[in-house]
């Protein structure tokens, strides 16, 4: 099916709850969604550093995957994503919790935040859907909404690291696949690199804190101009938290095993065989094995899930 705006595209693949688990992340059930969301939050948690006093907002939300875990450590949380189906889910994950509110995206404007009126935001794996010309406009529209001294996290596939690089074979591999003429698919993955990063951000009227490019994703924490810190504290803020928050060599290893299977068209025995012997309390090893044990159930091509693997999914209080 042949889709022409984002809108149409993720609302379908949002049809029911299970569905828009998947689309969000891959994820397969409730547990293995909230060990993803739970790093993530992390993630963006310890990037923007998040206080209980900031008002903060998600571009691209979802099913709440990040937001849900993320509601003890602020004011306030306005989740937007260009999915209303997506948002039925998220509706149903987060509750009336008085402080979530849920807001349909229309284009790349938020217009539903007012000039200056929040503190932090993020976005997680949402720009790597859109063209360029979208992901341009709507930092610019997070400049508009930040106050001054404001703070905010994304990441994206980053082209210039080997694992990212792998990974946009497959897509190359997709669009030669693809018949001459035939449009390619609405929200595909995209691809960036760090410094094309930093000038869209600059344009868009924010400073740059941090660029990291050390994963196949290239994660930036970018800020406001003004307020009351200064741009060199936040540098050294971010610099201090960096471990917390970053995708680390065990993600970017794991990640890069399920690259090289998804392109040999094999079952990821090699990934299994790591994971069984690693740490199941580490949080990046259990969300892997909920992860691949998931989506190794569901494709038949592979056989029966490892059953060492199958045995110990991965503590759901990982650390």
């Known amino acids: 099916m042949e889709f022409t705006n984002y809108k149409n595209f993720w609302n379908h693949k949002a049809l029911d709850a299970l569905s828009a688990m998947s689309a969000v992340d891959g994820s397969t059930d409730e547990d293995t969604l909230r060990l993803t969301g739970r790093f993530s939050a992390r993630q963006a948690r310890e990037a923007l550093g998040l206080g209980r006093t900031d008002r903060s907002f998600e571009i691209g939300c979802g099913v709440g995957r990040i937001g849900r875990e993320l509601l003890d450590d602020v004011a306030h949380w306005s989740g937007l994503d260009i999915s209303e189906n997506m948002l039925g889910v998220a509706r149903?994950?987060?509750?009336?919790?008085?402080?979530?509110?849920?807001?349909?995206?229309?284009?790349?404007?938020?217009e539903m935040l007012a000039d200056a009126s929040m503190d932090k935001g993020y976005c997680v794996a949402v720009f790597i859907h859109m063209d360029k010309e979208d992901f341009a406009l709507y930092l610019r529209e997070v400049a508009r909404v930040l106050r001054p001294g404001g703070l905010f996290y994304f990441d994206h596939w980053n082209l210039a690291h080997p694992v990212g690089?792998?990974?946009?074979?497959?897509?190359?591999?997709?669009?030669?696949?693809?018949?001459?003429?035939?449009?390619k698919d609405v929200a595909?993955?995209?691809?960036?690199?760090?410094?094309?990063?930093?000038?869209?951000?600059?344009?868009?009227?924010?400073?740059?804190?941090?660029?990291?490019?050390?994963?196949?994703?290239?994660?930036?924490?970018?800020?406001?101009?003004?307020?009351?810190s200064s741009l060199a504290a936040e540098q050294a803020r971010v610099a201090a938290s960096r471990p917390a928050w970053t995708y680390g060599p065990a993600w970017t290893h794991?990640?890069?095993?399920?690259?090289?299977?998804?392109?040999?068209?094999?079952?990821?025995?090699?990934?299994?065989?790591?994971l069984v012997a690693a740490d199941g309390n580490d949080l990046v090893v259990?969300?892997?094995?909920?992860?691949?044990?998931?989506?190794?159930?569901?494709?038949?091509?592979?056989?029966p899930v490892p059953e060492a693997l199958a045995r110990d999914p991965g503590a759901l209080d990982a650390r």
């Open 92 to 110: 149903d994950r987060l509750g009336d919790d008085p402080r979530v509110s849920l807001h349909a995206l229309h284009g790349p404007r938020l």
């Open 286 to 303: 259990s969300m892997f094995r909920r992860w691949i044990i998931g989506n190794w159930r569901r494709r038949e091509s592979w056989g």
């Open 165 to 183: 690089w792998r990974r946009y074979e497959m897509e190359m591999a997709q669009a030669l696949a693809t018949p001459p003429g035939e449009r």
């Open 254 to 274: 794991y990640f890069d095993l399920i690259v090289a299977a998804e392109r040999e068209g094999r079952a990821p025995h090699d990934l299994a065989d790591e």
């Open 188 to 228: 595909r993955n995209q691809f960036t690199v760090p410094e094309e990063a930093r000038v869209f951000c600059e344009r868009a009227g924010l400073e740059v804190v941090e660029c990291l490019g050390e994963s196949a994703w290239l994660q930036v924490v970018a800020r406001k101009p003004g307020g009351g």
